[in-house]
Each structure stands twice: as structure tokens, then as C-alpha cells.
């Protein structure tokens, strides 16, 4: 018998028992040991987003190496690891590359449960203040992004060619068109869609492409949310936008900077040795070099099992993007987006002015750190800017351009989110008193989590492998353990057989959870639409909080009405 896989999981386990206690008390109520050891340096060299441990749990807080490194230990920590794998050690587990998302395990030492929401007792605002109407189901959470009506505020994407993306795409997007909200196509779809038709350097058919936005049109009904697809560098080489407009009939299209693999251009792993060629010949970075006859005879013995495409960064020139801007409305573009990433407060001013001078529609900032491909681990842990600081220096922008009378884009905040109380706070915080700026919040790995144990919970439920407690508690097929499948077969009859169980799933989670979790927080704040939501409801339960977004201390909050009130 085998006995290392156990004798690994014992000493992982052990490794991070005092973690798993200190993040139970966190989240029930305890305090948990300080929060540097959160932040400790074990992490440096132990992580589970590259499956590697260390032999002994009390490691160096410099180095997160053993105090004591030995010859004979089996286990394979960051160190070890790099030094029979190199670069595949900068990456989550290759070989779960197109079955897994992945993020930052490092703690920013400020996210969103550094807040609390505010709840009221006295009136009832966007609604008549009477008990048998101010209820909850009756609060409104629709919003607009980019003149798009959403019936949850939330967009999600961008999906591009990674490959958790393009096997999960229709539970995506048939859940998005279902659930009402915007979804955005990623980059470099036609670029690595093997059937594609180029002709003299721009594309003129993309399968890939195509089946991602008719997915979609199945089942939109025309009035909520959209397809958008997103280009970056590679994209406009190919005129894959003008291409999406032209006979795709898109509407909506974002150019995306930088910000692939967080902040370099996007990464994918091929695992097929024509297909790394063909990417080569269409002008992609693939390494190794799948043309070199050293490469492809360490490739056929197994030396590695995969080729890395990349993608180039885009260098945004300001001229060249506002006339860039002006020719996607030229061709037809009917509304224009941005995306960019977590990146310095002086790229956050510089992107906010020029999608202020080109009147972008909306911009998209995605806060550090997580992916649904390959961005490298340190990068996601390392760099950028965490959503909660990012938000704060975006609304900052927006309020000096609206102090100068410029005009302020809607504006969409990623970067962590899954579920209601952080979407109430992102959205809150940025209503100064005449409306939120943000609009909307984008979701990239979440929803692909519930797509993909949706699926998963199905073939087991199909082959009677589900877990015993799952099935004593939900019962033994689809129809039951998706409590949204009655509505779905409701409103959609006979084409409910049409909708993968996936888009069931995802359906679910958004409009029977998120939805109706924030419908009831914002009940609690006695705010019975989405635009009245204000910093007023939030207090900041930490120093660092209250000094990076303005949100006074809980301590603070409405002194002087307590003076007031029983003066």
C-alpha cells in the first residue's frame, strides 16, 4: 500500500490547523490570533494554489522555509518544486488548467467585512412607508451600466479563451441572458479558435466566437442586459471587433488594458503540439518554441506536458486611444467600454481622464487579486491594488472630474465578489449623495464555480454517485435539488429542457440568492431602490478603513444625532 498521499495529507493538515482555527474564530465571532499571521510568510513558500507545503508548520516568518531544511524530506514546498519545474511553479496547478479558477491567498489587511451595513428603524425611503407595502420583495435592485437595464446589478466575465471558459460557456451565458445582466466575451476567442477564417491578417469567421454570443441570444429577451466582446492587442490586430459588429451584430465592445493575467497579457496552457504551432504562426508568444525540434522531442518524451501562450501588453497612447474610440462608433459600436486592472493610483487618474475626454461608456477596475486561467501566483498575491483601496482611489477621480464639470463614466468595481453584503457596500460607498457611480460590480470566478458544480452535481446525480448527505437533503435528481427549476419550467415551458443544468445553477445563485439577499439587506436600511443606497449606510469598523474611504468608525457615526434626538 501507498501510504505517502496519506502521510501528506496528515502533515498538511496539521501544517494548517492553527490557520483553519484562526479563520473559524474570525468568522464566528473570536478574535483569532493577530492578524500577522495571516500575512505570515509561510505563504511564500507553501501554497495550495501550486499544491506545495512545507515539512514542519512553525516556519521562518522571513522566508516561510523550515527552520530545519532537511535532505531527506519527500514534501515539495515552493522552493523545492521550482527546482525540478521552473516556471511551472509560478502558476496554479498546471494539470487542473481548464477545470479550475484560482486567486491571491495573501490577506490585503482591508477587504469588505472591515465594514458593517447601517440598519434603520424609523420611515421607509422609495416606497410608501407603510408596513403591508415596505416589504422586501417590493425593494427594487434593477440598475443601468452603459445605458444597459440590468435586473441585478451585476455584470459578469470577462470569459476569453482559457479553457474553464470556453467548456463552461453555455451555463454562462444562457444563466446570464436568464438572470437579466450583462456578460462580456474575453480576449483572444478568435485568435485560438482553430476553425477561424483569416483573411490577409483580419478575421472574417470565428465558430468559437459565434456559438459564444447565439449561446447568449437563446434566451435574452432583447431589453435586460447583453453581449459584449471584449479585444485586446491581439483582437484589434485581427479586427475581431469590427468583425463582432459587423456580422456578429454586437453592440457593446471593451477594449481591455493590459491586465490579461493580472498585470501582463492574458495566459493560457495548450496542451497540443499543433495547436501551439498554429498559435505561433498566427503571431502569439508560445513557449517553449513549438517549432524548435528540441522543444518537441522533450514535449513528446514528457518532459512537460503543456506549451504557455501569451499575450502582448497594450501600451495605451492617449491620441491614439481617442481616435481609436471614435472609429469603433464609426464602425457602428453602439456602446464602448473599458477595462483595466488593479494598477497604480497614477494609472487609475490617467485611465479615468481618458475614458472622461472619450466619453467611454463604462469603465471596469478589477481589484487584486484572482483569475480564471493562469495569472501567476505571485502576481496575484504581490501585485496591484486590493478592490477596497482601488475603489476609494477610483472615486476619488470620479469626484474631482464631476467637481470640473467633466464628464464621469458608470463605472463597474471587480475583484473578489460573491455575494449581496459586499455588492450593498461597493455600491453604497460610492453614492456620495446623488447616486452611485458604481453601477454595477463584476463576477468572474464565482460564477464559473457555480456553473461548474452544477454540471459536476449532475453527472454524479446521472451515474447515482451523489454524496449521502447532498441527496438526503435535496433529493436525487436536478428537478429537485435546484429549488429555481419550478419558476424556470413556469416561465419557459417546454424550452425549459433547452437550458443546461448549468444555467439552472447559475440562474439560482444570482437571482435566488443574491438577489434576494440583497433585496432584504437593503430592507434592513429601509432603502427600497438601488440608486438610494449612500455612505451613510456604512460604518468602517477599522482605523485602516475609515482612513482609506472616509467611512467614519462605528464609534462616529451620527454623534450628533444622539445630541439631537434627546436634547
Given at each position: 500500500m501507498d501510504i505517502y498521499p496519506i502521510i501528506l495529507y496528515i502533515i498538511y493538515f496539521q501544517q494548517h490547523y492553527m490557520l483553519l482555527l484562526n479563520l473559524f474564530l474570525r468568522n464566528n465571532g473570536g478574535s483569532g490570533m493577530p492578524r500577522r499571521v495571516l500575512?505570515?510568510?509561510?505563504?511564500?513558500?507553501?501554497?495550495s494554489t501550486t499544491r506545495t507545503i512545507t515539512r514542519v508548520e512553525d516556519v521562518s516568518c522571513t522566508s516561510g522555509m523550515c527552520p530545519l531544511c532537511v535532505r531527506e524530506c519527500p514534501f515539495l514546498c515552493e522552493i523545492s518544486l521550482s527546482a525540478f519545474r521552473g516556471r511551472e511553479a509560478l502558476y496554479p496547478v498546471p494539470e487542473q488548467f481548464g477545470a479550475s479558477t484560482a486567486s491571491a491567498l495573501k490577506d490585503y489587511g482591508l477587504d469588505w467585512s472591515h465594514f458593517n451595513i447601517l440598519s434603520a428603524l424609523v420611515g421607509a425611503k422609495g416606497i410608501e412607508a407603510d408596513s403591508d407595502v415596505a416589504i422586501f420583495p417590493n425593494v427594487d435592485v434593477r440598475s443601468e451600466v452603459a445605458g444597459i437595464p440590468l435586473k441585478i446589478p451585476i455584470v459578469i466575465g470577462a470569459y476569453g479563451s482559457t479553457e474553464v471558459a470556453r467548456v463552461n460557456w453555455e451555463g454562462l451565458a444562457v444563466g446570464a441572458a436568464l438572470s437579466g445582466i450583462l456578460i462580456t466575451i474575453g480576449e483572444n476567442v478568435c485568435g485560438m479558435d482553430p476553425e477561424a477564417v483569416i483573411t490577409n491578417g483580419k478575421v472574417t469567421y470565428s465558430k468559437e466566437l459565434e456559438r459564444r454570443v447565439e449561446a447568449f441570444r437563446r434566451f435574452w429577451d432583447g431589453k435586460h442586459g447583453d453581449i459584449a466582446v471584449q479585444t485586446n492587442v491581439e483582437d484589434q490586430r485581427l479586427g475581431v471587433d469590427i468583425y463582432a459588429i459587423s456580422k456578429l451584430e454586437v453592440d457593446v465592445i471593451e477594449r481591455k488594458w493590459g491586465q490579461g493575467a493580472k498585470a501582463i497579457g492574458g495566459e493560457v496552457r495548450i496542451r497540443d503540439l499543433k495547436k501551439a504551432i498554429m498559435l505561433k504562426k498566427r503571431g502569439y508568444i508560445v513557449y517553449p518554441d513549438p517549432e524548435?525540434?528540441?522543444?518537441?522531442?522533450?514535449?513528446?518524451?514528457?518532459?512537460?506536458?503543456?506549451?504557455?501562450?501569451?499575450?502582448?501588453?497594450g501600451m495605451p497612447v492617449e491620441r491614439d486611444f481617442l481616435e481609436d474610440i471614435d472609429q469603433l462608433r464609426e464602425h457602428g459600436a453602439k456602446r464602448v467600454t473599458l477595462k483595466t486592472g488593479a494598477y497604480r493610483p497614477s494609472a487609475v487618474a490617467y485611465t479615468m481622464k481618458l475614458a472622461s475626454e472619450a466619453k467611454i461608456d463604462a469603465v471596469t477596475f478589477d481589484g487584486a487579486g484572482g483569475g480564471t486561467g493562469m495569472s501567476p501566483v505571485p502576481m496575484m498575491d504581490e501585485m496591484g491594488t486590493p478592490t477596497v483601496y482601488l475603489e476609494a482611489q477610483v472615486l476619488k477621480c470620479a469626484e474631482i472630474l464631476k467637481r470640473k464639470g467633466r464628464y464621469v463614466p458608470d463605472l463597474i468595481i471587480a475583484g473578489g465578489f460573491i455575494n449581496e453584503t459586499q455588492i450593498f457596500k461597493a455600491i453604497a460607498m460610492s453614492n456620495f449623495g446623488e447616486g452611485p457611480y458604481v453601477k454595477a460590480v463584476l463576477m468572474g470566478r464565482a460564477p464559473i464555480t457555480a456553473v461548474m458544480k452544477s454540471e459536476y452535481f449532475c453527472e454524479l446525480a446521472e451515474k447515482g454517485k451523489l454524496p449521502k448527505d447532498f441527496r438526503g437533503r435535496y433529493g436525487d435528481s436536478p428537478d429537485k435539488f435546484f429549488v429555481a427549476t419550478p419558476e424556470l419550467k413556469r416561465i419557459y415551458?417546454?424550452?425549459?429542457?433547452?437550458?443546461?443544468?448549468?444555467?439552472?445553477?447559475l440562474y439560482t445563485y444570482l437571482t435566488h440568492r443574491i438577489k434576494i439577499g440583497l433585496q432584504q439587506l437593503m430592507a434592513g436600511a429601509r432603502k427600497w431602490r438601488l440608486d438610494l443606497i449612500d455612505r451613510s449606510d456604512l460604518a468602517s469598523l477599522t482605523e485602516k478603513a475609515a482612513k482609506a474611504?472616509?467611512?467614519?468608525?462605528?464609534?462616529?457615526?451620527?454623534?450628533?444625532?444622539?445630541?439631537r434626538i434627546l436634547d
Open positions: 500575512q505570515n510568510s509561510s505563504y511564500l513558500n507553501a501554497k524548435d525540434p528540441a522543444v518537441q522531442e522533450a514535449y513528446r518524451d514528457g518532459v512537460f506536458t503543456s506549451f504557455e501562450r501569451h499575450s502582448r501588453v415551458g417546454e424550452r425549459f429542457k433547452e437550458i443546461p443544468w448549468g444555467a439552472v445553477g474611504t472616509g467611512i467614519p468608525m462605528m464609534d462616529e457615526i451620527e454623534q450628533d444625532a444622539m445630541e
